[in-house]
C-alpha cells in the first residue's frame, strides 16, 4: 500500500506538471512576462521626478522625453521638424517622435482621461519600456512554438526573461528609448513573416489563380501577407533604421526562392508572401513620408524603395523559374544567373539612384557586417565592436549562445531526418545569421542578438527531447508514465546546460541583480546643474541683445520642414557649443539649442572648434558655421574671407570628460591625430630627470584654454559658470607606471576620498596638484593633473578695448590688465591679458567685466562669476626668477555694457610700480602664484594647510623638487 500510496503521489505531481506545460504553456508565459517586467521596473523610483525634473537612464531618453511632451502636446501627430538642436540650421529629427512616442503618450491619455499630468505621463513613459520587453515574451513564445512545439516556445520565453545582458539593460525603467520598441516589433515582424509563409506553402498561391481571378483561393494567403507587411510597417514606424528587416528579408527571399526552384518547389507560393507583403510595407512606409532624401534615420524615400524592390524581386525570380522551365535549362544553373543578375542589379542601382546605392552600401558594411565601421560609429561607445565577441556572448547568454548554433544547425538538417523543411525555416536562420553578424559589428545590437538565440535553442531543446523520444507535444500523461532513468537525464542536463549560467550561483549577475543596479545617468546628473543655470541666467532664445523675439521659438511650438532643411532663426536666436553627447540634455535640460548632437549633426565643425589651436582659428571657425561653410581642413584665411552670418555661437560648454577621455573621439572627427597632440617635456619622477610625452599642443587647443585656463589671455570668451563638483583632468603616460599617453579625467564624488564641492580639502588638492605640475612632476593621477569644476559655461562677447599710452615705455615693455574674480563655488582666479607696447601705446581687448550690471531681462548673461576689484593695468619688462618690473601702474573699471557690446576704455598710467610675480603664472586657489621667486628663496606657499583626511601634508610649495603624496586612487580606466 505505501509503494502504491508513494507512485500515486508521484503520478499526482507529473499529472500537475503536465497541466502547467500541456495545457496552460500561455501562465509559464504570463509568468515569465510579470518577472520580466518587475525585474526591469523594480528600481523605478530612482528615475521618479525631483522637483517636477526627470531623472533617466541616459542621453537619448532625454530627447524622448522631449518628444514625448511634443506629442503629448500636439496628440497625435510628432514632431515635423525640430528647431531646438542643429543650431544654426535646425534638424528632421526622423527616429525621435515615432510610433514608439504615439504609443507612450495614447496610454498616458487612457491614464489620464484624454488630459494626463506630466507626472502621469512621465511614470507611463518610465513603465512603457518594461512593459514592452515583457510582451516581446509574446511573440518570441509563438516564434519558439512553431519551431519547437510548446516546449520549445516556453524554453524561448525562460531563456528571454533570465538574460541580463544588453537586452536587459536598454529595456529597464529609465531606459525611454525606442530599443524596446524595437524588439518588440522586430519579434512581431518575424513572427507574422512565418505565419504568412507557413499559410502560403499550405494553400500554396500561383500565378494562374490571379488569371482565373480565383479571389476565393487567394483570400486566407493574401490576408496574412498583408498582416505580416503591416507588422513589418509597425516595426519601421518605430524606429526608420528597421530598413535593416527588409534589406534581411530580402536575402531571404533570394535565397529561399533559388533553393526552392532547384529542389522541385515552385517559387510561386513564396514570392507570393514577398510581392504581398513587402508590397503592403512599401505603401505603408510611402504613407510616413516625412523628409525627401535616402537617410537611413529619416522617414523618407529609402524604406518605401526597397521594400518596393524586394517585393518586385520576388515576383521577378518566381517569373524567371518560370522562364527557365519554358527554355529547359539545367535548373542548377538558376543560382549562378540569380547571382549574376544581383551583382547587375546592384551595379544598376548604383548608376541610377546612386543615393540608395550608396546608403545602402554604406550602412551594410558599418552595420549589419563588421567590415568598415564609420568615424563616427566609432566615437560612439555603444555602436563599436565587441572587443571579444565570444566573451561577450558567454556574458550575456552563458551557454545558450553555443546551443543556438546546434538549434539552427538541426533546423538546416531536418530534411535529412525526413521531416519537412518549411521556408520559415531559412528566414529564421537568415535573421538569426544576420543578427549575429550586426551583434560583432555593433555592440549594442546584442540587445536583438537575444531574440534569435532564445528561439535558436527552442529548435535545440525540441530536436534532443524527441530524439530520446520524449514527445511533449503528444499525450504528455502517457509519455511521463513512461519515461525512462535517460530520458529524464538527457533533459536534465539540456535544462542545466541552458539555464544554470543564467541562475545562481554560477550567474556573475541575474536578471533580478541587474534590475537593481540601474539608475540615472551620471552625465545627465552632472549637467543639470549647469543646464539649469543656463536656463535661469540666460536670455530666452530669440531675446539675445534684447531683441524680443523669444516667442517666435516657442519651446514646444509647430514648425514646418524648410525646404533647403535651414530654418530661418529670428534676430536674438543663438547657439550653444558643446560636444555632441551633451546636446540632448542642452536642448532639454537647459533648454536652449544646441550646435552639436547625439545625431552626429555637427560633430565635425564642433570638434574643428574645440580642437582650433587659437583664438583666431576658433573664431574663423565659428564664423564659417554661421555662414554655412565646411570649416574643418579649411585654412583660417580662407574662413576669415567668409561673410559670417547673423546666427552666432553665444556659449561654449566643457566638461572633464572632454577634456579628458572624449578627447581622443573629439580628434577623430576633425584630426589631427590625438597622438599629435603630445609632445616631449622634462618631469621629475622619483628624483630623475626624465623625459616624458607632455600634452604641448593639447593646451593649444581652445577647449584646454577656456576649460582648463578659465580663458586666460583669450579676448572674447569669459567663464560665467562652473558646477560646484570638481574633476581632475590629467595626462596619463607610459613610462611611469601608466598606460599609453592619453588624456583622463575622473569625478572627485565617484568612489573618491572627496566630497567633490568646494571647500578647504578639495582646495588643498587644487594647489597640490598645480604645485606638481609647476615643478614638473607627475601625481598618481599622471602628469599634468588639474582640479577642475566637473562642468563650465564660457559666453561669447565682443570684449572691452582697454587702451592707454606711456611717455617713456623701457624697452620690449609689456603691458598687462590682470583682474581677480570669483566664481560661485568660491574659487578664486585671475585673468590675464598682455600685448605689447608699440611706439609707446598699448591695446588690450578683455572679457570679464568689474560690475555685473546687466541680466537677462536685458537679453544679456546674469554671469555667476565676479570681479573681486577693478583692472590692475600696468607696463613693464621682465625681470629674474618669473618676476616683471613694473614701470607704469593705474587701474580701471569695466563695465559689463562695453564687455557685451565691445566699447573702447582709456586708462591713465602713472609711472613708477614695484617688482611683481609674471602675472601669467599658475596660482594657488587664493590667486597667490606659484614657482615664482619675488625677494625670498623658498617662492610662495601652496594654498590652505586645512588638507581634510585624506591627503598627508607636503610643507607646501617648498618640497616641490620632492615626492608630493597626493593620496587619490589610481586613475580608473
Same mark, same amino acid.
Given at each position: 500500500?505505501?509503494?502504491?500510496?508513494?507512485?500515486?503521489?508521484?503520478?499526482?505531481?507529473?499529472?500537475?506538471?503536465?497541466?502547467?506545460?500541456?495545457?496552460?504553456?500561455?501562465?509559464?508565459?504570463?509568468?515569465?512576462?510579470?518577472?520580466?517586467?518587475?525585474?526591469?521596473?523594480?528600481?523605478?523610483?530612482?528615475?521618479?521626478?525631483?522637483?517636477?525634473?526627470?531623472?533617466?537612464?541616459?542621453?537619448?531618453?532625454?530627447?524622448?522625453?522631449?518628444?514625448?511632451?511634443?506629442?503629448?502636446?500636439?496628440?497625435?501627430?510628432?514632431?515635423?521638424?525640430?528647431?531646438?538642436?542643429?543650431?544654426?540650421?535646425?534638424?528632421?529629427?526622423?527616429?525621435?517622435?515615432?510610433?514608439?512616442?504615439?504609443?507612450?503618450?495614447?496610454?498616458?491619455?487612457?491614464?489620464?482621461?484624454?488630459?494626463?499630468?506630466?507626472?502621469?505621463?512621465?511614470?507611463?513613459?518610465?513603465?512603457?519600456?518594461?512593459?514592452?520587453?515583457?510582451?516581446?515574451?509574446?511573440?518570441?513564445?509563438?516564434?519558439?512554438?512553431?519551431?519547437?512545439?510548446?516546449?520549445?516556445?516556453?524554453?524561448?520565453?525562460?531563456?528571454?526573461?533570465?538574460?541580463?545582458?544588453?537586452?536587459?539593460?536598454?529595456?529597464? @525603467?529609465?531606459?525611454? /528609448?525606442?530599443?524596446?520598441?524595437?524588439?518588440?516589433?522586430?519579434? !512581431? &515582424? %518575424?513572427?507574422? +513573416?512565418? *505565419? #504568412?509563409?507557413?499559410?502560403?506553402?499550405?494553400?500554396?498561391?500561383?500565378?494562374?489563380?490571379?488569371?482565373?481571378?480565383?479571389?476565393?483561393?487567394?483570400?486566407?494567403?493574401?490576408?496574412?501577407?498583408?498582416?505580416?507587411?503591416?507588422?513589418?510597417?509597425?516595426?519601421?514606424?518605430?524606429?526608420?533604421?528597421?530598413?535593416?528587416?527588409?534589406?534581411?528579408?530580402?536575402?531571404?527571399?533570394?535565397?529561399?526562392?533559388?533553393?526552392?526552384?532547384?529542389?522541385?518547389?515552385?517559387?510561386?507560393?513564396?514570392?507570393?508572401?514577398?510581392?504581398?507583403?513587402?508590397?503592403?510595407?512599401?505603401?505603408?512606409?510611402?504613407?510616413?513620408?516625412?523628409?525627401?532624401?535616402?537617410?537611413?534615420?529619416?522617414?523618407?524615400?529609402?524604406?518605401?524603395?526597397?521594400?518596393?524592390?524586394?517585393?518586385?524581386?520576388?515576383?521577378?525570380?518566381?517569373?524567371? @523559374?518560370?522562364?527557365? /522551365?519554358?527554355?529547359?535549362?539545367?535548373?542548377?544553373?538558376?543560382? !549562378? &544567373? %540569380?547571382?549574376? +543578375?544581383? *551583382? #547587375?542589379?546592384?551595379?544598376?542601382?548604383?548608376?541610377?539612384?546612386?543615393?540608395?546605392?550608396?546608403?545602402?552600401?554604406?550602412?551594410?558594411?558599418?552595420?549589419?557586417?563588421?567590415?568598415?565601421?564609420?568615424?563616427?560609429?566609432?566615437?560612439?561607445?555603444?555602436?563599436?565592436?565587441?572587443?571579444?565577441?565570444?566573451?561577450?556572448?558567454?556574458?550575456?547568454?552563458?551557454?545558450?549562445?553555443?546551443?543556438?548554433?546546434?538549434?539552427?544547425?538541426?533546423?538546416?538538417?531536418?530534411?535529412?531526418?525526413?521531416?519537412?523543411?518549411?521556408?520559415?525555416?531559412?528566414?529564421?536562420?537568415?535573421?538569426?545569421?544576420?543578427?549575429?553578424?550586426?551583434?560583432?559589428?555593433?555592440?549594442?545590437?546584442?540587445?536583438?542578438?537575444?531574440?534569435?538565440?532564445?528561439?535558436?535553442?527552442?529548435?535545440?531543446?525540441?530536436?534532443?527531447?524527441?530524439?530520446?523520444?520524449?514527445?511533449? /507535444?503528444?499525450?504528455?500523461?502517457?509519455?511521463?508514465?513512461?519515461?525512462?532513468?535517460?530520458?529524464?537525464?538527457? *533533459?536534465?542536463?539540456?535544462?542545466?546546460?541552458?539555464?544554470?549560467?543564467?541562475?545562481?550561483?554560477?550567474?556573475?549577475?541575474?536578471?533580478?541583480?541587474?534590475?537593481?543596479?540601474?539608475?540615472?545617468?551620471?552625465?545627465?546628473?552632472?549637467?543639470?546643474?549647469?543646464?539649469?543655470?543656463?536656463?535661469?541666467?540666460?536670455?530666452?532664445?530669440?531675446?539675445?541683445?534684447?531683441?524680443?523675439?523669444?516667442?517666435?521659438?516657442?519651446?514646444?511650438?509647430?514648425?514646418?520642414?524648410?525646404?533647403?532643411?535651414?530654418?530661418?532663426?529670428?534676430?536674438?536666436?543663438?547657439?550653444?557649443?558643446?560636444?555632441?553627447?551633451?546636446?540632448?540634455?542642452?536642448?532639454?535640460?537647459?533648454?536652449?539649442?544646441?550646435?552639436?548632437?547625439?545625431?552626429?549633426?555637427?560633430?565635425?565643425?564642433?570638434?574643428?572648434?574645440?580642437?582650433?589651436?587659437?583664438?583666431?582659428?576658433?573664431?574663423?571657425?565659428?564664423?564659417?558655421?554661421?555662414?554655412?561653410?565646411?570649416?574643418?581642413?579649411?585654412?583660417?584665411?580662407?574662413?576669415?574671407?567668409?561673410?559670417?552670418?547673423?546666427?552666432?555661437?553665444?556659449?561654449?560648454?566643457?566638461?572633464?570628460?572632454?577634456?579628458?577621455?572624449?578627447?581622443?573621439?573629439?580628434?577623430?572627427?576633425?584630426?589631427?591625430?590625438?597622438?599629435?597632440?603630445?609632445?616631449?617635456?622634462?618631469?621629475?619622477?622619483?628624483?630623475?630627470?626624465?623625459?616624458?610625452?607632455?600634452?604641448?599642443?593639447?593646451?593649444?587647443?581652445?577647449?584646454?584654454?577656456?576649460?582648463?585656463?578659465?580663458?586666460?589671455?583669450?579676448?572674447?570668451?569669459?567663464?560665467?559658470?562652473?558646477?560646484?563638483?570638481?574633476?581632475?583632468?590629467?595626462?596619463?603616460?607610459?613610462?611611469?607606471?601608466?598606460?599609453?599617453?592619453?588624456?583622463?579625467?575622473?569625478?572627485?564624488?565617484?568612489?573618491?576620498?572627496?566630497?567633490?564641492?568646494?571647500?578647504?580639502?578639495?582646495?588643498?588638492?587644487?594647489?597640490?596638484?598645480?604645485?606638481?605640475?609647476?615643478?614638473?612632476?607627475?601625481?598618481?593621477?599622471?602628469?599634468?593633473?588639474?582640479?577642475?569644476?566637473?562642468?563650465?559655461?564660457?559666453?561669447?562677447?565682443?570684449?572691452?578695448?582697454?587702451?592707454?599710452?606711456?611717455?617713456?615705455?623701457?624697452?620690449?615693455?609689456?603691458?598687462?590688465?590682470?583682474?581677480?574674480?570669483?566664481?560661485?563655488?568660491?574659487?578664486?582666479?585671475?585673468?590675464?591679458?598682455?600685448?605689447?607696447?608699440?611706439?609707446?601705446?598699448?591695446?588690450?581687448?578683455?572679457?570679464?567685466?568689474?560690475?555685473?550690471?546687466?541680466?537677462?531681462?536685458?537679453?544679456?548673461?546674469?554671469?555667476?562669476?565676479?570681479?573681486?576689484?577693478?583692472?590692475?593695468?600696468?607696463?613693464?619688462?621682465?625681470?629674474?626668477?618669473?618676476?616683471?618690473?613694473?614701470?607704469?601702474?593705474?587701474?580701471?573699471?569695466?563695465?559689463?555694457?562695453?564687455?557685451?557690446?565691445?566699447?573702447?576704455?582709456?586708462?591713465?598710467?602713472?609711472?613708477?610700480?614695484?617688482?611683481?610675480?609674471?602675472?601669467?603664472?599658475?596660482?594657488?586657489?587664493?590667486?597667490?602664484?606659484?614657482?615664482?621667486?619675488?625677494?625670498?628663496?623658498?617662492?610662495?606657499?601652496?594654498?590652505?594647510?586645512?588638507?581634510?583626511?585624506?591627503?598627508?601634508?607636503?610643507?607646501?610649495?617648498?618640497?616641490?623638487?620632492?615626492?608630493?603624496?597626493?593620496?587619490?586612487?589610481?586613475?580608473?580606466?
Amino acid at each position: 500500500m505505501g509503494g502504491d500510496a508513494d507512485r500515486g503521489n508521484g503520478s499526482s505531481d507529473r499529472a500537475w506538471v503536465v497541466d502547467v506545460i500541456e495545457e496552460y504553456p500561455l501562465i509559464i508565459v504570463a509568468l515569465a512576462m510579470g518577472f520580466m517586467f518587475r525585474s526591469r521596473a523594480r528600481s523605478y523610483e530612482r528615475f521618479l521626478m525631483n522637483d517636477g525634473e526627470p531623472a533617466l537612464a541616459g542621453v537619448d531618453p532625454w530627447y524622448h522625453w522631449r518628444t514625448v511632451r511634443w506629442t503629448a502636446e500636439h496628440y497625435p501627430h510628432t514632431m515635423p521638424f525640430e528647431v531646438w538642436t542643429g543650431f544654426p540650421t535646425g534638424r528632421y529629427v526622423g527616429q525621435f517622435g515615432t510610433l514608439f512616442d504615439q504609443i507612450i503618450v495614447t496610454v498616458a491619455m487612457v491614464a489620464g482621461l484624454g488630459d494626463p499630468s506630466i507626472e502621469t505621463l512621465y511614470l507611463v513613459a518610465l513603465l512603457v519600456v518594461p512593459a514592452m520587453a515583457a510582451l516581446t515574451a509574446v511573440p518570441i513564445y509563438f516564434v519558439g512554438r512553431r519551431l519547437g512545439g510548446r516546449l520549445g516556445g516556453v524554453v524561448s520565453v525562460l531563456l528571454l526573461a533570465l538574460f541580463s545582458g544588453e537586452f536587459f539593460r536598454r529595456t529597464t @525603467a529609465g531606459q525611454l /528609448d525606442h530599443t524596446a520598441g524595437e524588439v518588440l516589433f522586430m519579434s !512581431v &515582424a %518575424v513572427l507574422a +513573416l512565418m *505565419v #504568412a509563409l507557413g499559410v502560403a506553402e499550405r494553400y500554396k498561391p500561383v500565378y494562374e489563380q490571379l488569371l482565373d481571378k480565383d479571389w476565393r483561393g487567394l483570400r486566407t494567403p493574401a490576408l496574412y501577407a498583408v498582416a505580416a507587411g503591416i507588422a513589418l510597417t509597425c516595426y519601421i514606424w518605430v524606429w526608420p533604421s528597421g530598413i535593416v528587416l527588409i534589406g534581411i528579408v530580402g536575402i531571404f527571399f533570394g535565397v529561399h526562392l533559388t533553393v526552392d526552384y532547384v529542389r522541385g518547389v515552385s517559387p510561386d507560393h513564396v514570392a507570393f508572401v514577398g510581392a504581398v507583403a513587402l508590397g503592403t510595407a512599401a505603401v505603408g512606409t510611402l504613407a510616413l513620408l516625412e523628409e525627401p532624401g535616402t537617410s537611413i534615420t529619416s522617414f523618407g524615400y529609402l524604406q518605401p524603395i526597397t521594400a518596393a524592390l524586394v517585393a518586385a524581386g520576388s515576383l521577378f525570380l518566381a517569373a524567371l @523559374a518560370r522562364g527557365w /522551365d519554358r527554355q529547359g535549362i539545367d535548373r542548377r544553373l538558376y543560382p !549562378v &544567373a %540569380v547571382a549574376g +543578375l544581383a *551583382v #547587375a542589379g546592384l551595379a544598376a542601382l548604383a548608376v541610377v539612384l546612386p543615393d540608395v546605392y550608396e546608403t545602402l552600401v554604406s550602412n551594410l558594411t558599418s552595420r549589419l557586417l563588421p567590415i568598415d565601421p564609420s568615424t563616427g560609429t566609432l566615437t560612439i561607445s555603444e555602436a563599436q565592436p565587441p572587443e571579444n565577441f565570444r566573451q561577450r556572448s558567454l556574458e550575456d547568454f552563458g551557454m545558450a549562445f553555443y546551443t543556438m548554433f546546434a538549434g539552427l544547425a538541426l533546423l538546416l538538417a531536418r530534411p535529412l531526418t525526413g521531416r519537412p523543411y518549411r521556408a520559415e525555416y531559412t528566414l529564421v536562420i537568415v535573421w538569426a545569421a544576420f543578427l549575429t553578424s550586426m551583434a560583432m559589428t555593433q555592440v549594442r545590437f546584442f540587445y536583438y542578438f537575444a531574440l534569435p538565440i532564445a528561439a535558436g535553442n527552442a529548435v535545440l531543446v525540441a530536436d534532443v527531447t524527441r530524439l530520446v523520444r520524449v514527445e511533449f /507535444d503528444a499525450d504528455l500523461r502517457e509519455t511521463l508514465s513512461s519515461i525512462e532513468t535517460y530520458q529524464v537525464i538527457a *533533459v536534465v542536463l539540456v535544462v542545466v546546460l541552458l539555464f544554470a549560467p543564467l541562475v545562481p550561483p554560477l550567474a556573475d549577475t541575474t536578471a533580478w541583480e541587474a534590475g537593481d543596479q540601474t539608475g540615472p545617468n551620471s552625465d545627465s546628473m552632472v549637467w543639470d546643474g549647469a543646464n539649469e543655470w543656463l536656463r535661469g541666467n540666460s536670455p530666452e532664445p530669440g531675446n539675445y541683445g534684447g531683441a524680443g523675439n523669444a516667442d517666435e521659438l516657442e519651446y514646444y511650438g509647430v514648425y514646418d520642414r524648410p525646404a533647403d532643411g535651414d530654418f530661418d532663426y529670428p534676430e536674438g536666436a543663438y547657439g550653444v557649443m558643446s560636444w555632441w553627447d551633451y546636446g540632448h540634455l542642452i536642448t532639454v535640460q537647459g533648454e536652449r539649442i544646441p550646435h552639436a548632437n547625439p545625431f552626429q549633426q555637427n560633430a565635425r565643425s564642433a570638434a574643428a572648434f574645440l580642437t582650433a589651436q587659437s583664438e583666431r582659428r576658433a573664431e574663423a571657425v565659428l564664423d564659417g558655421i554661421s555662414a554655412r561653410e565646411p570649416v574643418v581642413d579649411r585654412p583660417t584665411e580662407e574662413l576669415e574671407s567668409v561673410e559670417p552670418g547673423d546666427e552666432e555661437m553665444r556659449y561654449v560648454m566643457i566638461d572633464d570628460e572632454m577634456a579628458g577621455g572624449k578627447f581622443g573621439p573629439i580628434t577623430r572627427w576633425a584630426g589631427p591625430s590625438y597622438g599629435s597632440y603630445f609632445g616631449q617635456g622634462e618631469y621629475t619622477v622619483d628624483g630623475e630627470e626624465r623625459f616624458l610625452p607632455a600634452p604641448d599642443d593639447y593646451y593649444d587647443t581652445m577647449l584646454a584654454s577656456l576649460y582648463l585656463d578659465d580663458a586666460n589671455g583669450l579676448e572674447g570668451y569669459r567663464l560665467v559658470y562652473e558646477n560646484n563638483d570638481y574633476a581632475v583632468v590629467s595626462a596619463s603616460v607610459s613610462g611611469i607606471g601608466l598606460d599609453s599617453a592619453r588624456f583622463d579625467n575622473l569625478r572627485l564624488r565617484d568612489g573618491t576620498p572627496l566630497s567633490g564641492e568646494w571647500n578647504a580639502q578639495t582646495r588643498s588638492f587644487y594647489d597640490r596638484y598645480t604645485t606638481a605640475r609647476v615643478a614638473g612632476e607627475p601625481t598618481n593621477f599622471g602628469i599634468e593633473s588639474h582640479v577642475v569644476s566637473s562642468v563650465k559655461t564660457f559666453e561669447r562677447v565682443e570684449g572691452a578695448t582697454l587702451t592707454g599710452s606711456v611717455g617713456d615705455a623701457p624697452a620690449n615693455a609689456t603691458a598687462y590688465a590682470t583682474v581677480e574674480l570669483e566664481t560661485a563655488p568660491g574659487r578664486v582666479f585671475t585673468y590675464t591679458q598682455q600685448a605689447e607696447v608699440k611706439n609707446g601705446s598699448f591695446e588690450l581687448t578683455v572679457p570679464y567685466a568689474t560690475n555685473d550690471e546687466l541680466g537677462t531681462e536685458d537679453g544679456y548673461t546674469d554671469s555667476s562669476v565676479e570681479a573681486t576689484g577693478d583692472y590692475e593695468v600696468f607696463v613693464g619688462t621682465t625681470g629674474e626668477n618669473g618676476s616683471v618690473e613694473q614701470a607704469y601702474v593705474g587701474e580701471s573699471a569695466v563695465p559689463e555694457t562695453a564687455v557685451v557690446e565691445g566699447e573702447g576704455i582709456d586708462v591713465e598710467l602713472e609711472a613708477g610700480g614695484e617688482t611683481v610675480p609674471d602675472p601669467t603664472a599658475e596660482t594657488t586657489a587664493d590667486g597667490e602664484p606659484i614657482g615664482v621667486s619675488v625677494g625670498t628663496e623658498s617662492g610662495n606657499e601652496s594654498g590652505d594647510s586645512e588638507s581634510g583626511g585624506n591627503e598627508s601634508d607636503d610643507g607646501g610649495a617648498n618640497n616641490v623638487g620632492g615626492a608630493v603624496d597626493l593620496r587619490l586612487p589610481s586613475r580608473v580606466p
